[in-house]
């Protein structure tokens, strides 16, 4: 866990994480509009905006290499490998909802 005066290098993720199935089936177009009402008002929930911008990049990456790259230049680190939580150098901690990471089991086509 990072914490005020720590060295952390960031990152990085090193596993996937869980499956996850919704209460009620979603589409993707659902699942896009609950993901986005999330990230637009994440700072709400505390911590620095550009660490909760970079989360969101690194979640939006393309591979697992550009998005840890994106957690060590936010200087983040995940201390169980999984981006659903996250601390920034100063050792606050983001959690980010499964939703915003994965798509449910039962998405719809």
Sequence with gaps: MGCAGSKSTGGPILGDPPKWTAEA??????LKKKRDEYWETEPYYGGRVECWQALRQ?????????????LVSAEMTLPGGLITEAYDH???????PIFCVREPTNILP
């Design 90 to 96: 100063l050792g606050y901690k983001y959690e980010v």
């Design 58 to 70: 690194a979640i939006e990456a393309p591979d697992r290499k550009a998005a840890n790259a994106i």
């Design 25 to 30: 089936p979603m589409t993707r177009a659902e």
